[in-house]
């Protein structure tokens, strides 16, 4: 067997998540470098807000964080995808609920809405096909920044109660896992 090692930049990418990761709003809105953004499967509370033309899940504020970091509720927002009333599977989901949206993350072209969406690996993916020029990625990385935000490709969809505690508990158990 060869001693020859062999780089391949693919190895490198992120990996699919496969399992329903529980994410805040905030950490998928608020992330200022989308090559680290989550890539794959996402379960995410928020409350449900409706606008004339599409949808978005608001931040829940997290009543037990210090202040410094606790956003109130509405502060930031995701845009949903894929979302109807027609296919919740709560009956009474409605504008202003609070909910858990389960799905998968993208990024999502606002510039040009009915434009191809965009994940984390397919980011990685067009960079690594552009030449090796940190000028050219970083420019390219910019524009991404300016023309898509984060989005969340809705599956899954039902009303829950006591929002901030619930994710208070997710929190918790999170800090256990690390």
């Known amino acids: 067997m060869s001693d020859i090692e062999i780089n391949d930049p693919a190895e490198n990418f992120p990996k699919?998540?496969?399992?329903?990761?529980?994410l805040l709003v905030e950490e998928l809105v608020l992330e200022p470098d989308y090559r680290q953004i989550h890539y794959g499967k996402c379960a995410v509370i928020g409350r449900l807000c409706a606008i004339p033309d599409y949808f978005k899940l608001e931040n829940v504020t997290v009543p037990h964080l210090p202040s410094a970091y606790r956003l109130p509720t509405g502060a930031v927002s995701l845009l949903l995808?894929?979302?109807?009333y027609d296919n919740s599977c709560t009956e009474s989901l409605a504008n202003g609920a609070y909910c858990i949206m389960?799905?998968?993350v993208v990024l999502c072209n606002v510039q040009k809405p009915n434009s191809p969406t965009l994940t984390t690996r397919g980011l990685h993916e067009q960079l690594l096909q552009l030449e090796d020029n940190d000028t050219v990625r970083s420019t390219f990385l910019?524009?991404?920044q300016k023309t898509h935000k984060p989005a969340l490709s809705v599956w899954h969809s039902s009303r829950i109660d006591q929002a901030e505690e619930l994710i208070q508990r997710r929190l918790e158990i999170r800090l256990l896992c690390n």
Not at 17 to 22: A, T
Not at 81 to 84: A, I, P, R, T, V
């Open 102 to 104: 389960r799905g998968e």
């Open 16 to 22: 699919y998540c496969d399992f329903f990761k529980y």
């Open 81 to 84: 995808l894929n979302f109807s």
């Open 142 to 144: 910019e524009k991404v």
